[in-house]
Structures are given as structure tokens and as C-alpha cells.
């Protein structure tokens, strides 16, 4: 091979590498992470990724509370058995075009999990599951498959279903409530052992109202109000009751310090 054909077929090869460089993981980072990489160190990150993992073995991105992504499901018997279950999202887009991609705040996807196992992926607002099941819990993901988190926790919703033959009515969980501004919404959460009573869900307010939190726990514990930082001695068998305005915006959890319940998650708008 002659000198000229030799630097032709070296700048022919340049060529083809550069195209495939601009082709593969660094053209599309919606799609593709860099090679030795996981998906769950994919680039264009947000939030922080913790080491802590959740129950199905993914790490958890962690968020701040105003502006995370949250989720409520709503539940509908089927009539061939199961049910059909609408994902209410806020704040969070299903982008299943980039799955596998980059973690972008506020898109992904949601993982269905029945008594704790994981069932089934749901790339948009509805899906099926099957009957059998006592419990059903929604969670979202990133795009890197990480899961949604807001101080340490899954961002997620868990209803409890009425029956395990599918045609039973679907227990719903409770709607969020609001209250009028001005006025005081009253919570009252009982806690036996690990049992929250009723099951966490969410409640909206308006910034400025009054909450009152009436707890009553089985043993001495603390109530923790993240981002407010209220606390809440909890005397063993005996009714506790926290008021304060809620002045401040965005998701927050209402958690016990000893046993690490979450009792409910109030969304201030």
C-alpha cells in the first residue's frame, strides 16, 4: 500500500470511530450511560445517590421534599378478576422512551408490588394486577432504574385490598383531605406495633391553615415532622396531640423516632 493510500485509510478509520463515539453512550444520554458504568450511575443525575437500597434491590435517589415526586393509586375491581389500578401522579412524567437513561427529576416509571414483591413495571397511569394479594404498593423510579426518595424513604403508596378472589370491592385509600384556610384539620393516627391505623396516606393543606396530629401509640416513641422539625413525646397507651401552622411548602413525612413509622405525608401547597 503507497503512502497516500495508507493516510486515506487511516483518516477513513478516524472517521468511523469518531462516528461511532458520537453514536454510542455520549450521543444519547436519555438512552445510554457510559460503558463500565451502571445504570444506576447513569449521567445527568438529580438528586443525591444514596448507598441505602429499597426492597426490590434498587439504590435510592434522594430529593428534597418541596418539588419531589409523588403518587397515589386509586383501585377498580375487574370483572374477568383482579384489579385496574390508576396511578395519580404529581410532579412525575412517564417517560418509558428513556428507560434505562439518565435519572431526570420528575420522570420515570412505577413498580407494582403485591404484599412486597415485585409484580410488574408501569410505564403510564393504569395497570392490571392480579388477585391474591393483601396489600399493593406503587413506588417511582428514575429512569436509572434508582428508586424516588424523600428523607431516606421510597417515594411510594400502599392500599390494602378488600379480598383476594379480585372481585371484591378495592379498598381505596383515603382521598386527601383539605380544609377550608383558616380552619384546623385534626389527623388521628393509631399506632400498635407495626400496625398504622389508618394506613399512611396523604393529606393536603393550604400554607397558613392550623394541623392538629393526635397520636396514640402502643409503647413510648417520638413523632418526628420532617422539614418542620416538630417533635412529639409518645407516652405508652395515652393519646398525644402536636397543633402548628403549616408555613412552609411542599411534601413532608410524619414519621415515629423509634420504630420508624410513617404515620402520614402532608402536601402544603
Not at 400502599?158 to 384546623?184: F, I, M
Amino acid at each position: 500500500m503507497n503512502a497516500p493510500t495508507a493516510r486515506a485509510a487511516r483518516a477513513l478509520l478516524a472517521l468511523a470511530v469518531g462516528v461511532a463515539l458520537l453514536s454510542g453512550c455520549g450521543g444519547r444520554p436519555t438512552t445510554h450511560h457510559k460503558p463500565g458504568t451502571t445504570h444506576q450511575e447513569a449521567t445527568g443525575g438529580n438528586g443525591t445517590l444514596l448507598a441505602a437500597k429499597d426492597t426490590t434491590g434498587h439504590r435510592l435517589r434522594e430529593v428534597p421534599a418541596a418539588g419531589a415526586p409523588g403518587v397515589r393509586a386509586e383501585l377498580r375491581p375487574d370483572s374477568e378478576g383482579g384489579w385496574n389500578v390508576h396511578l395519580l401522579v404529581e410532579r412525575f412524567r412517564f417517560t418509558p422512551e428513556s428507560t434505562g437513561g439518565a435519572a431526570l427529576l420528575g420522570r420515570g416509571h412505577a413498580r407494582l408490588l403485591l404484599d412486597g414483591r415485585e409484580t410488574a413495571r408501569a410505564y403510564g397511569p393504569w395497570a392490571h394486577v392480579p388477585a391474591g394479594a393483601r396489600t399493593l404498593t406503587v413506588r417511582l423510579y428514575a429512569d436509572d432504574h434508582t428508586a424516588w426518595a424523600v428523607a431516606g424513604r421510597p417515594v411510594e403508596a400502599t392500599v390494602r385490598l378488600a379480598g383476594t378472589d379480585g372481585t371484591a370491592s378495592a379498598a381505596t385509600p383515603p382521598a386527601p383531605t383539605a380544609t377550608p384556610a383558616g380552619r384546623t384539620l385534626t389527623v388521628t393516627v393509631t399506632v400498635t406495633g407495626d400496625s398504622v391505623q389508618p394506613p399512611p396516606s396523604r393529606v393536603e393543606l393550604k400554607k397558613g391553615e392550623l394541623l392538629t396530629l393526635r397520636v396514640t401509640s402502643d409503647r413510648a416513641d417520638t413523632l418526628h415532622v420532617h422539614g418542620y422539625d416538630r417533635e412529639l413525646p409518645l407516652p405508652a397507651g395515652t393519646p398525644a396531640t402536636l397543633t402548628f401552622t403549616v408555613d412552609r411548602t411542599g411534601l413532608f413525612e410524619v414519621e415515629t423516632h423509634e420504630s420508624g413509622l410513617v404515620l402520614t405525608q402532608l402536601v402544603v401547597r
